[in-house]
């Protein structure tokens, strides 16, 4: 029971984190959920028709939802504010519509057979996406994409290739939740389209919310809080989306920025500081 509940909290912590990836460059995405779904179908098709193992598997799916997302931000990431959230919403949905009408992955009935994935393998890879971020944490692409969401115009005017950076992100953070949705696949055995609703890309958001935006920390304790207290306190389970809605909005009130301000400044700007 303790490592499903640690298995879960994992995958939330990787969907929490591409989502905080996303919105380092000044842009919010609520199709993490259609992208953790294309990672999970692809990696399945190739264990369960293929024969492949979990490893290459997952590295594949990666790759081709992380091309597919920059293949669908390209042109989206040029939307700003609600238009950019109306996308993201559209390729949730139309994901999910084709994963329903496809026979090949089941269609509506779902899509079994999958296994292999265990905590050990959740733990690993939330160690090295974390790694990830925090080297990214304290490079100099950090500082960019910090230019680019405080201002786009500014930033463009130093030379910086807004729409690329946005699109990296996009892509990044795609790669990371295809990742999860691997896992969560290989772990349940048996998936269907409506696992990968709208309403997971709209909890994962806030997650990060909670926790705080300026930094990967934060994306963290909002995921493990969220994930672990319902499942220890089980009178706050029925009622999660009402305590969830009440735990942003006194967030937004007395705390917007989330549970951890801070940012993490890059090498280069602390030595800089220090002249």
């Not at 939330?12 to 992208?35: D, E, K």
């Not at 369960?48 to 293949?71: R, Y």
Request: charged letters at 10%; a positive charge; one cysteine or more.
């Amino acid at each position: 029971m303790i490592s499903d509940h640690l298995f879960f909290t994992g995958i939330n912590v990787l969907l929490a984190w591409s989502v905080y990836i996303v919105l380092v460059t000044g842009s919010l995405s609520f199709a993490q959920g259609a992208f953790m779904a294309v990672g999970c179908y692809v990696s399945g098709v190739l264990t369960v028709k293929f024969g492949w193992s979990l490893l290459p598997a997952c590295l594949i799916s990666v790759i081709v939802t992380a091309v597919l997302a920059a293949l669908v931000g390209y042109p989206a990431l040029r939307l700003r504010g609600v238009y950019l959230i109306l996308v993201t919403l559209g390729i949730t949905f139309c994901v999910r519509i084709a994963l329903e009408n496809i026979g090949y992955v089941g269609g509506v009935s779902g899509f079994g057979g999958m296994s292999g994935a265990d905590l050990t393998t959740v733990l690993i890879t939330v160690g090295l996406v974390g790694a990830f971020l925090l080297w990214f944490s304290f490079s100099p692409l950090q500082r960019i994409c910090d230019a680019v969401r405080e201002d786009d115009r500014v930033a463009a005017s130093f030379g910086v290739n807004v729409t690329q950076i946005r699109m990296l992100g996009f892509a990044i953070g795609a790669a990371i939740a295809a990742a999860a949705g691997a896992l969560y696949g290989h772990y349940m055995n048996f998936v269907r389209p409506e696992s990968f609703d709208v309403l997971l890309s709209v909890y994962v958001v806030l997650y990060v919310i909670l926790g705080g935006v300026n930094n990967m920390f934060g994306a963290f304790v909002g995921a493990a809080i969220m994930t672990l207290l319902p499942e220890y306190f089980r009178v706050l389970a029925d009622w999660r989306p009402s305590v969830f809605g009440l735990a942003i909005l006194l967030m937004l009130l007395f705390r917007p920025l989330g549970l951890l301000t801070f940012r993490l400044i890059t090498d280069r700007a602390r030595r800089g500081s220090a002249l």
